[in-house]
C-alpha cells in the first residue's frame, strides 16, 4: 500500500534529515520503539525512499543480534528484567556493525549475527559499504548507554500500549494464542519498555518522535539533543 500524504510527508522529513548528516563515513539510523509499535515498518519504509534516492541502504534489526535461548531466560520467560538485561548482544552489534560504519572504522560489516529461526549463531561474511551508504536499523532499546552514541540520527516510535497489544495478538494469532500473547506483553514486554523508559529516558535522546498510533496520520516531533 502507498503511503498517504501524511505518511509520505513524514517519510520525506525523515529522509531529508538523513540527508543533512555531514560525515565521512555511513549514516547510522535507530529506529527505536516498543514491539508492534510499527518501527520495522517505518524503517521499511525509509529504506525504500533512501534507495530511489540513490543511497546505498544497508537494513538491519536487533532481532539478528540476540544471544541464543539459553542465555536469554536465566531470570525465567516472562520476566522484564531479563527481556532489557538478558536478551540482546549489544558487544557483538557494536563490533560487526555499527563501529565498522563509524568513524575510524573499514566500512567491513555483518548485518546479523543471529538467527531466530534456527536458534543459531552466524558469522556470515563481511561486506564492505560505500562511505555514503545509510544504515537504517529497527529495534528495542536502541538508545541504551551501550549504544546510543552510534547513531547520527535518532527516531523514536511511539505508540499507546494496548495498541501494541491489539497488534500483537493480530500479528501472531497463527502461531500464539491470544492469552499466551497478552501475558507476554503485560508481563514481559511492556515492563520491560516501562523499564527502559525509567532508566534511559529515550524521548530525551530522540532526534523525531514518532506518535503511530494512526499510521497513514502519523504525529511527529523534532526533538533537539
Request: proline share 8%; glycine share 6%; net charge neutral.
Amino acid at each position: 500500500m502507498r503511503p498517504g500524504p501524511r505518511r509520505a510527508e513524514l517519510l520525506g522529513r525523515l529522509a531529508e534529515a538523513v540527508g543533512a548528516v555531514d560525515v565521512a563515513h555511513p549514516v547510522r539510523v535507530a529506529v527505536d520503539g516498543p514491539p508492534a509499535s510499527g518501527k520495522t515498518t517505518l524503517a521499511d519504509e525509509l529504506a525504500v525512499v533512501l534507495r530511489r534516492q540513490g543511497r546505498y541502504v544497508i537494513r538491519a534489526t536487533v532481532d539478528d543480534f540476540l544471544f541464543p535461548r539459553t542465555r536469554r531466560y536465566p531470570r525465567g520467560e516472562y520476566s522484564a528484567e531479563g527481556c532489557y538485561f538478558d536478551t540482546h548482544d549489544w558487544a557483538a552489534l557494536n563490533r560487526v556493525l555499527l563501529d565498522p560504519l563509524g568513524p575510524g572504522g573499514d566500512r567491513g560489516f555483518q548485518p546479523a549475527v543471529y538467527d531466530r529461526n534456527t536458534d543459531a549463531v552466524l558469522s556470515p561474511p563481511a561486506m564492505t559499504a560505500p562511505a555514503d551508504a545509510v544504515l537504517v536499523f529497527d529495534g528495542v532499546f536502541l538508545m541504551r548507554p551501550e549504544v546510543v552514541d552510534r547513531w547520527e540520527l535518532r527516531i523514536l516510535v511511539s505508540t499507546a500500549i494496548d495498541t501494541t497489544v491489539d497488534r500483537a495478538v493480530i500479528r501472531e494469532r497463527r502461531v500464539s494464542s491470544q492469552a499466551d500473547v497478552e501475558r507476554r506483553w503485560r508481563e514481559r514486554l511492556i515492563p520491560a519498555q516501562q523499564l527502559y523508559f525509567d532508566i534511559v529516558r529515550p524521548s530525551d535522546q530522540a532526534d523525531f518522535v514518532v506518535h503511530n498510533d494512526e499510521p497513514q496520520k502519523p504525529v511527529w516531533q523534532t526533538r533537539a539533543r
